[in-house]
């Protein structure tokens, strides 16, 4: 079994930071000389601080809290257990990581062989019913999308749950707070692929079709089939990729109006104009999940997306 110290020694920190979607920079005025730059620091939570990856040692440095270990800044930015460090570790040594082009479920082996839904997740109730009416949307997206609802107990009590679907296997989902706006990821751990790995409603993304890319699950609920979420504003490689295998025709984003998130759309559609058309969406305000039915299903036709809408 290779040591910690090989394992960190060979460690690909470029891939790392890309399939986990971290901010990193090669240079510029915060970047240290033969450091990878990375803004945020995960054990002061601070920013813009030197901070970073050393190229040739791997370790992490910060200039407010100093030096940490490899294996610790992997833990501490992921908030994961030491087995699982210890896997990321040998997934991504620079002796046998794997380059995939074409990720499936059947492809990862970073996390579990299978995924379930939480403690107390069952069929759902009339509150959460009404919430969802309450919200514009009728109640045909329960069925269709199979959304719970969670009882009093577990660490996801009291939520609704958007399972997430890789050619119908479940390997993720989130929790919807009903009575504040509040999400919460399925853990990495106990995913097949975490949230930011995977796109919500990617099995009703139809092949050689064009589709709309969107902000979070209830935007996606709004225009229905060849529509899917990012889960926020933030996007990953292996998304990309995902979306990729699909072969679409054109794709449109549409984030939230907000200066970030319109920024966040344009480079989404910066790195996507590589492989196939693409086009941002600006709304004059709000997100799609404030549009109404009709204007919903009218975005749909202007889009010419293929399928249903609820």
């Given at each position: 079994m290779a040591s910690i110290e090989e394992l960190t020694k060979n460690f690909d920190v470029i891939?790392?930071?890309?399939?986990?979607?971290?901010?990193?920079?090669y240079t510029g005025s915060m970047v240290t000389?033969?450091?990878?730059?990375?803004?945020?620091?995960p054990f002061c939570d601070k920013h813009k601080t030197h901070s970073g990856i050393h190229k040739e040692?791997?370790?992490?440095?910060?200039?407010v809290c100093g030096g940490h270990t490899l294996f610790n800044y992997i833990k501490k930015v992921l908030n994961i257990e030491n087995y699982l460090v210890f896997r990321y570790l040998k997934q991504?040594?620079?002796k046998n990581i794997d380059y995939k082009t074409n990720p499936s479920v059947s492809n990862w082996n970073l996390f579990n062989n299978e995924c379930t839904l939480p403690k107390g997740t069952h069929s759902l109730e009339n509150r959460f019913k009404q919430y969802i009416k309450n919200r514009g949307y009728p109640l045909s997206i329960v069925k269709k999308y199979n959304l719970k609802n969670t009882g009093i107990e577990g660490d996801f009590k009291h939520r609704l749950i958007f399972p997430f679907y890789i050619n119908n296997q479940l390997v993720t989902y989130i929790g919807r707070s009903i009575s504040k706006k509040s999400y919460k990821d399925c853990p990495i751990e106990k995913s097949i692929l975490p949230p930011k790995l995977t796109l919500y409603n990617y099995d009703k993304l139809k092949s050689y079709d064009n589709c709309l890319i969107v902000e979070g699950v209830f935007d996606c609920l709004r225009i229905g089939d060849n529509c899917v979420s990012t889960s926020g504003v933030?996007?990953?490689?292996?998304?990309?990729?995902?979306l990729l295998n699909k072969h679409p025709k054109k794709v449109y984003v549409c984030y939230d109006s907000e200066i970030e998130a319109q920024e966040k759309a344009k480079k989404l559609c910066g790195s996507l104009s590589l492989y196939t058309e693409t086009e941002r969406i600006e709304l004059p305000k709000g997100d799609i999940g404030d549009l109404t039915s009709e204007e919903g299903y009218w975005l749909r036709n202007k889009l010419n997306l293929k399928g249903d809408q609820y």
């Open positions: 891939s790392f930071l890309k399939y986990f979607n971290i901010s990193f920079s000389k033969n450091y990878i730059g990375i803004e945020h620091c040692r791997h370790n992490f440095y910060c200039w991504f040594s620079s933030s996007w990953s490689d292996n998304q990309i990729k995902l």
